[in-house]
Structure formats: structure tokens, C-alpha cells
């Protein structure tokens, strides 16, 4: 069974830092596109950053660029979002999602991916 789960949320204060991981079990992520989606409340879902599977090439959200770092780790079955000077407006749940085949990633709001983890909670405030 595939299964993506995340972890490293948690609440930290404007200008801190969290790392989250995206654990992949039931597969290696060779083969598959990693996005990291966000979603506020009342806010509609939208992807901050992607790795593609075809030439690790990454992407990022305006707003993030510059702070955050998605990265593969040498396992190669968890992926890492790295958030640097975080702001009150990162706030939300993050989602890791995996998008089948050998091929460049898209962000949006991540209609094409194919696995989906529980998300984790990240809350900036002071």
C-alpha cells in the first residue's frame, strides 16, 4: 500500500525555522513527482514548492522563494521542505503529494497528484 506521511510541524515564532519530511512507504520516489501543498482556512489549497522525478528540477511559490528548500533525502524514499525566516502567513496545513511517472512537477493546486499524506500543522506566530 502506498502512503505518504509527514511530520516537523508545530508552532514557531515569525522568523524561525521547520523542516517538514514527506516518509514515502510501499515505493521509492524515483518514479514519482513530490509537491508540498499548503491550506489555509478559508483559503483555497496551493502548492509551494515541487521536485520533478525526470531531473530533479525544482520549483517554488512566489512568496516562498528565497526562504524555503524542498530537497530529496539520500534514501530516496522522503522528501524535505526546509522553511527558513517563516512568516504568520505560512500558516496552515501542509501536505506532501506524489504524482505517478517520470516527469517535470507542477505546482497549482495539485488537481494531477496522485497520493496524498494527512498533512501536519504549522502555525507562525509570536
Known amino acids: 500500500q502506498l502512503q505518504l506521511v509527514e511530520s516537523g510541524g508545530g508552532l514557531v515564532q515569525p522568523g524561525g525555522s521547520l523542516r517538514l519530511s514527506c516518509a514515502a512507504s510501499?515505493?521509492?520516489?524515483?518514479?514519482?513527482?513530490i509537491g508540498w501543498f499548503r491550506q489555509a482556512p478559508g483559503k483555497e489549497r496551493e502548492g509551494v514548492s515541487c521536485?520533478?522525478?525526470?531531473?530533479?528540477?525544482?520549483y517554488y511559490l512566489d512568496s516562498v522563494k528565497g526562504r524555503f528548500t524542498i530537497s530529496k533525502g539520500a534514501a530516496k524514499n522522503t522528501v524535505y521542505l526546509q522553511m527558513n525566516n517563516l512568516k504568520p502567513e505560512d500558516t496552515a496545513v501542509y501536505y506532501c503529494?506524489?504524482?505517478?511517472?517520470?516527469?517535470?512537477?507542477?505546482?497549482?493546486?495539485?488537481?494531477?497528484?496522485?497520493?496524498w499524506g494527512q498533512g501536519t500543522q504549522v502555525t507562525v506566530s509570536s
Open positions: 510501499g515505493f521509492t520516489l524515483d518514479y514519482y513527482a
Open positions: 521536485i520533478s522525478s525526470s531531473d530533479d528540477s525544482t
Open positions: 503529494a506524489a504524482h505517478i511517472g517520470f516527469r517535470r512537477c507542477v505546482l497549482g493546486r495539485g488537481d494531477e497528484y496522485d497520493y
